[in-house]
């Protein structure tokens, strides 16, 4: 089973910047997998994590919610086995756990024991 920790995430200021790591346990990010990006609110109603990005295979392709482009940018290294979320022009609306997995949406509903345990980003002032 493909396995991802998430790191990168930290506390900024509003229109500040910080880049996610999402990197692979066992060097399988070289396999056939799409990766994508999502985020949770913890105060949302509803246990749904919202897809932010998602970038394929071999990274020849990438998606991004609409509302995130020109903001939000995916990439991914695969000699390092590792995908990144660059998050530039952070707003507080921003602020929530971050988490990649082999999924690709504009939402996703999996138990959270699907998902790693995430990286805080957190915007304020």
């Known amino acids: 089973q493909l396995q991802l920790v998430e790191s990168g995430g930290g506390s900024v200021q509003p229109g500040g910047s910080l880049r996610l790591s999402c990197v692979a346990s066992?060097?399988?990010?070289?396999?056939?997998?799409?990766?994508?990006?999502f985020r949770w609110f913890p105060q949302a109603p509803v246990k749904e994590r919202e897809g932010l990005a998602c970038i394929s295979r071999r990274g020849g392709a990438t998606y991004y919610q609409d509302s995130l482009k020109g903001r939000f940018t995916i990439s991914r290294d695969e000699a390092k086995n590792a995908v990144y979320l660059q998050l530039d022009s952070l707003k507080p609306e921003d602020t929530a756990v971050y988490y990649c997995a082999a999924l690709c949406g504009p939402k996703a509903t999996m138990p959270d024991d699907y998902w790693g345990q995430g990286t805080q980003v957190t915007v304020s002032s």
């Open positions: 066992a060097g399988l990010i070289a396999e056939p997998y799409a990766i994508g990006w």
